[in-house]
C-alpha cells in the first residue's frame, strides 16, 4: 500500500491540477468567507504548521514603527511544503516578508494537495540598532543594477549575520535570494575550496551513518558548508538524507524542497520527489537510505550545481 501511495505521491508532486481539493480526515474544513471574491477562493482546511520560520522585519516597517498582519492563502503539497502562497489581507509594505514566511513552511503530509490559511505579524514597534553595513540594500541595490555576483556576495554575508538584526531572521528566504542570484551567473560560482572539503568528508562520513546522532553530526557538517555556500544545491539534497536519518523529517523535507529550487536535473529531481514522498508516508528512514545510496553518483567536485 505504501508503494501505491508513494507513486501517488510523486504524481501528485509533479503535477497538480488547479482547483480544490478534499481535505485528510484529520483536517477540519473551514467554511468560505461571504461575497463574490471569496466565491473564487479554494475551499480551506484548518492546519498549523511543523515547522515556520522567523519574519524579517522590512525596513520600511521599522522606519514607521508599524505592526501589522498578513493573511495568506497557501497550497500545501502532499509532502507537507507550500507550493503556492496568495494575499488575502495585509498591508503592502508587509506583504513580502509574509509570504517569505509562508513559502518556507511545513506542514504535516497530507493525502492529497489542500489550502489552508496562515496569519503572519510583522512587528516593526522596535528601535533595533542600524544595520552597519546595510547588507540587504547593497544586495537588492546589486540585483536592481543586475551585478549578480555582488547580490551573491551580499545575501550570503547577510545569512552569515542572521539574528543579528531584525531583518535578518528567516535564514530560508536568505538562502533563496543567494540561489536566486547565483542563478544569473554563467557558469554558476564554486563553493570556496575549503567548504568543498568539508561537504566530501561529510559524504564520506554519511555512508558510515547507521545511528541517529551520527546522522546529527553530520547534517551539522552540511549546515556549516550552506552558511558559507547557501547556493550550492547539493548539499541540501544530502543533508535531507542526514535529517531524515536522525527522525527529523520535517525539516527534511524542507531541505529537499530547496534542492528542488535549484532546478536540479532529471535524476536528481526523481530522487528528491521519490525521497519527499516516502517522508509523506512516515519512511524518514527509507527516504534517508534512498538519498545516501542514490547520491553516491552525484559529482561533488562541481559544487555549482
Given amino acids: 500500500m505504501h508503494t501505491t501511495r508513494a507513486a501517488l505521491l ?3 508532486l509533479a503535477c497538480f491540477a488547479a482547483g480544490a481539493h478534499a481535505a485528510t480526515p484529520a483536517a477540519k474544513r473551514t467554511a468560505r ?8 477562493l479554494p475551499a480551506t482546511v484548518s492546519l498549523t504548521p511543523m515547522l515556520q520560520p522567523a519574519v524579517d522585519v522590512p525596513q520600511a516597517a521599522l522606519d514607521a514603527q508599524l505592526k501589522g498582519t498578513v493573511t495568506l492563502l497557501v497550497r500545501v503539497a502532499p509532502a507537507g511544503y507550500a507550493d ?6 495585509g498591508d503592502a509594505r508587509l506583504r513580502e516578508a509574509a509570504t517569505a514566511v509562508a513559502r518556507w ?3 504535516a503530509p497530507q493525502a492529497v494537495p489542500v489550502w489552508t490559511t496562515l496569519a503572519v505579524t510583522v512587528d516593526g514597534k522596535i528601535e533595533p540598532e542600524p544595520l552597519n553595513p546595510d547588507v540587504i540594500t547593497i544586495a537588492r541595490e546589486a540585483e536592481r543594477a543586475k551585478d549578480w555576483s555582488n547580490a551573491l556576495a551580499a545575501w550570503t554575508g547577510a545569512l552569515q549575520r542572521l539574528g543579528t538584526h531584525p531583518s535578518l531572521a528567516n535564514e530560508w528566504a536568505l538562502r533563496e535570494h543567494a540561489l536566486r542570484a547565483s542563478r544569473q551567473i554563467k557558469p554558476v560560482p ?3 575550496g575549503e567548504t568543498q572539503g568539508a561537504a566530501r568528508g561529510a559524504r564520506t562520513q554519511q555512508e558510515r551513518v547507521v545511528a541517529r546522532v551520527q546522522h546529527e553530526d553530520v547534517a551539522g557538517i552540511f549546515d556549516g558548508v550552506l552558511k558559507t555556500a547557501p547556493w550550492w544545491s547539493d548539499p541540501y539534497l544530502w543533508r535531507a538524507s542526514s535529517l531524515a536519518g536522525s527522525g527529523r523529517s520535517a525539516e527534511a523535507v524542507r531541505s529537499l524542497r530547496f534542492y528542488l529550487l535549484g532546478a536540479p536535473d532529471s535524476a536528481g529531481t526523481w530522487l528528491a520527489t521519490t525521497a519527499l ?3 509523506a508516508t512516515g519512511d524518514s528512514l527509507g527516504a534517508s537510505e534512498l538519498i545516501k545510496k542514490r547520491a553516491q553518483s552525484f559529482n561533488v567536485d562541481k559544487p555549482g550545481r
Avoid: H, N
Fill in 105 to 107: 513552511c511545513v506542514y
Fill in 84 to 89: 503556492s502562497v496568495r494575499v488575502l489581507t
Fill in 190 to 192: 564554486p563553493a570556496p
Fill in 33 to 40: 468567507p461571504g461575497g463574490a471574491a471569496a466565491a473564487r
Fill in 10 to 12: 510523486v504524481l501528485s
Fill in 277 to 279: 514522498a516516502q517522508l
